[in-house]
């Protein structure tokens, strides 16, 4: 099931939700995407996958790769509309209660 993360886990500038799998987290994506929801890979690909840094050595960072395509950050801003919210909150109400069933 996937979990909502905000403040006190991490700064109150953040809203991410952490999906089960990488196949989870596009499904939540899609949803969003259809909806006009933007989102984004909160950590993109993880450090490794940048392309300034994949060619150098490193220790295996399996959490991170793992958590890097699970992660999908959710607008945050001052200004988004009591409406834009409750849009965000029914996109992934839909889809979480998708996963849930599938």
């Known amino acids: 099931m996937p979990h909502f993360i905000a403040a006190p886990?991490?700064?109150s500038c953040y809203?991410?939700?952490r999906c089960e799998t990488a196949t989870d987290?596009?499904?939540l994506e899609r949803a969003l995407n259809r909806n006009g929801v933007g989102s984004r890979r909160w950590y993109g690909g993880g450090l490794r996958r940048h392309s300034y840094l994949s060619g150098l050595e490193h220790e295996p960072l399996t959490v991170t790769e793992r958590l890097a395509d699970r992660l999908v950050g959710l607008?945050?801003?001052?200004d988004l509309s009591a409406n834009e919210i409750m849009l965000i909150a029914d996109t992934l109400n839909a889809a979480i209660g998708r996963e849930a069933r599938d």
Do not use: F, M, Y
Not at 75 to 78: S, Y
């Open 25 to 27: 987290s596009q499904r």
């Open 15 to 17: 809203a991410l939700i």
């Open 75 to 78: 607008p945050t801003a001052p």
């Open 9 to 11: 886990e991490v700064a």
